[in-house]
Nanobody, 120 residues
Framework: QVQLVESGGGLVQAGDSLRLSCAAS????????MGWFRRAPGKERVFVAR????????TYADSVQGRFTISRDNAKNTVYLQMNNLEPEDTAVYYC?????????????WGQGTQVTVSP
């Protein structure tokens, strides 16, 4: 089992920055893929970004490419999502997730989510 706890959400204005954190516990993440997803009000949860823990390789949704950066800290077993130049459309609950392999379709573990609200 992997436990994930997100933090860092809040209320900001358009153009501001936020950094979300996801602390993982329960096992090492060497073979895991860590992802960030978000669910906007009235919409389905969608992919934001992911990082392959062992290589640091990253992938982003088109909507956040160039504004968001996902990273991981091996020593702290923590993954981050640096969000710059935030837009009202980024308002959502952000979820951290982990899956055991790049080739798995579904993520195996999820955090409880953290709210990000961007005002115009």
């Amino acid at each position: 089992q992997v436990q994930l706890v997100e933090s860092g959400g809040g209320l900001v204005q358009a153009g501001d920055s936020l950094r979300l954190s996801c602390a993982a516990s329960g096992r090492t993440l060497d073979n895991y893929v860590m992802g960030w997803f978000r669910r906007a009000p009235g919409k389905e949860r969608v992919f934001v970004a992911r990082v392959i823990w062992s290589t640091g390789t990253t992938t982003y949704a088109d909507s956040v490419q160039g504004r968001f950066t996902i990273s991981r800290d091996n020593a702290k077993n923590t993954v981050y999502l640096q969000m710059n130049n935030l837009e009202p459309e980024d308002t959502a609950v952000y979820y951290c997730a982990a899956k055991r392999s790049l080739y798995r379709t579904q993520y195996d573990f999820w955090g409880q989510g953290t709210q990000v609200t961007v005002s115009p």
